[in-house]
């Protein structure tokens, strides 16, 4: 482990000075279930740690009409422990349940996940098809981005230095709507995705009103599937449609091939995810009982 210096940020503005005068070296720490490891083994340079889990701006889950807010450094089990984000947004609390095992759920949060920018990462494709966006405070204010638009590169986003995530921000799901998030990978447990993939569907009758798709592990970043999913829009979620979807998204994906899963593999596995999740999210919009 390196030398590492620790400091309790005591509000916002506290945070944003420690990072900056800590400069590249200095780390935003929430969980730590990432970035101690990196320090550790020494994948990183770290000098310090910016504790923000004392600031009640990064502490507070709140859910209503008005959408979801979760604090960046709300653990886990506490976004899949609540039952109204449980009945709105199962995509979230399907990728929240399985990331780690119940220890690391219990500091791990979704802010740490995203700021980490692992292409894996398994909660991104849920907070995108949620269309989420992260809440950023920073020397130079306050501002919001979709989480589709965060990551930029393995392990690196699109936040300035000093920046860091206060809250995850989500839609109210509309009326008949339905989420829904899968992942494949070799071992029940404590693993990385060969692939994730999640869905969100609206629908209007039975015709699709709005849709969001995303893919974890596919591509140097978490992928949005903007065309695919404006496909599926102003007509009827059927078989064909799904299986359309699933070939598009297969097609759209940008695997390459390591230890976990080849190219062709993984390639295969999206167009199964793509319409599993469609499926599942189209049975939770029509109010069917789906298991998770
Ligand atoms: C045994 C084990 C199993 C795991 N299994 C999974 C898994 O199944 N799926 C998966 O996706 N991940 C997994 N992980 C990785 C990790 O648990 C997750 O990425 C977790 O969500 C990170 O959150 P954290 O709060 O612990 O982040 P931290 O470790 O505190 O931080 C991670 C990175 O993000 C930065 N950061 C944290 N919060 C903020 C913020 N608010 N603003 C700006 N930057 C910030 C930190 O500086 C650091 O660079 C696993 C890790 C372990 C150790």
């Known amino acids: 482990m390196q030398a590492l210096k620790y400091a309790r940020a005591a509000s916002v503005d506290d945070a944003i000075r420690l990072l900056r005068d800590g400069g590249e070296t200095a780390r935003v720490l929430a969980g730590g279930t990432d970035v101690i490891v990196q320090a550790r083994e020494r994948r990183r ?53 399985v990331i780690g ?3 690391i759920q219990g500091r791990a949060t979704l802010g740490g996940n995203l700021a980490n920018a692992s292409p894996a990462a398994d909660s991104i494709p849920a907070m995108i098809a949620l269309g989420g966006g992260a809440r950023v405070a920073g020397p130079g204010g306050a501002r919001e981005i979709p989480v589709a638009e965060f990551c930029t590169a393995p ?8 920046e860091f995530i206060v809250s995850l921000r989500f839609p109210a799901p509309a009326p008949r709507s339905g989420s829904a998030w899968e992942r494949f990978i070799p ?3 404590m693993d990385i995705a060969v692939v994730n993939a999640a869905a ?16 974890g592990a ?3 970043t978490p992928l949005a599937l903007t065309d695919v999913a404006a496909a599926l829009v102003g007509r009827p979620l059927d078989e064909a449609a799904i299986e359309n979807a699933a070939t598009a998204a297969a097609a759209a994906a940008r695997p390459i091939s390591d230890m976990r899963g080849t190219e062709a593999q ?14 599942k999210a189209a049975a939770r919009a029509r109010g069917e009982e789906v298991v998770a």
């Open 45 to 97: 340079e770290i000098h310090l740690l910016v504790d923000i889990k004392r600031l009640a701006e990064v502490s507070a889950l709140a859910v209503g009409d008005a959408g979801l807010e979760i604090g960046a450094a709300v653990p886990l089990y506490r976004v899949y422990g609540d039952a109204d984000v449980r009945r709105r947004y199962p995509a979230l609390v399907e990728a929240a349940h």
């Open 155 to 162: 392990g690196r986003s699109v936040l300035q230095p000093a």
């Open 101 to 103: 095992g119940t220890a």
């Open 187 to 189: 071992r029940n447990e």
């Open 266 to 279: 993984r390639r295969r596995l999206t167009g199964v995810l793509v319409g599993r999740v469609l499926r």
């Open 218 to 220: 596919v591509a140097p």
């Open 200 to 215: 969100y569907v609206a629908l209007d009758g039975d015709v699709v009103a709005e849709a969001r798709l995303a893919l």
